[in-house]
């Protein structure tokens, strides 16, 4: 098994949320991948999506409050995008390179998370099968990320590193976690 802990950081200058911090960790062992995000502080004023009755494959989650976390393997250009709602909805892409050939990942039929809700506190969690999209022996590079609404409708953008002069998850400099494959894992 291979975990790696994080700490999302906001774009600068970009409506900064005070008392609010994004944390979490990613894991890898044999063919799995997990992901728990866990946002905390004062949420008060944050636009968090209600729980969906019938959580779903939607399009264009990052409209609300959504996390988000970026696959990519070796020096391939092409790479995933999962975008994960606290409704329950969820959808996963995959690219061509660098935001190209956008389309519906479809080895992913179902992608259930858990999400729990507290007074000053929301988790999301994840588990999948790696294997869907890539052999178990393949190192994984990471990109973790958030977008997360006021209220108000104003977002922020919280990402482990921002690349660019705008905020943009896609960028492969961003990928900044490495996961070795599970023949190299002890």
Same mark, same amino acid.
């Given at each position: ?40 502080? /004062? ?5 968090? =999506?209600?729980?969906?009755? +019938?959580? &779903?494959?939607?399009? !264009?989650?990052?409209? *609300? ?66 294997? /869907? ?5 393949? =190192?994984?590079?990471?990109? +973790?990320? &958030?977008?997360?609404? !006021?209220?108000?409708? *104003? ?32």
């Amino acid at each position: 098994m291979i975990e790696r802990s994080f700490s999302l950081q906001p774009f600068p200058f970009a409506n900064a949320l005070d008392d609010v911090r994004i944390a979490g960790d990613v894991v890898r062992r044999a063919g799995a991948f997990g992901v728990r995000f866990t946002i905390s502080g /004062r949420l008060g004023g944050l636009a968090i =999506p209600a729980p969906s009755p +019938v959580p &779903a494959r939607r399009d !264009r989650l990052w409209e *609300s409050t959504c996390f988000e976390f970026f696959l990519a393997f070796g020096d391939s250009p092409r790479y995933w995008e999962f975008n994960l709602s606290p409704s329950g909805c969820w959808n996963v892409y995959s690219f061509s390179a660098y935001r190209e050939g956008m389309r519906v990942e479809e080895a992913f039929t179902a992608l259930p998370f858990d999400v729990a809700m507290g007074e000053d506190s929301l988790a999301l969690g994840l588990e999948m099968d790696l294997e /869907r999209i890539v052999r178990a022996d393949r =190192p994984v590079d990471v990109a +973790v990320s &958030a977008v997360v609404r !006021r209220m108000d409708g *104003s977002a922020s953008y919280w990402a482990l590193k921002h690349c660019g002069p705008q905020p943009d998850f896609h960028l492969r400099e961003s990928f900044a976690i490495r996961l070795r494959g599970s023949r190299y894992a002890t």
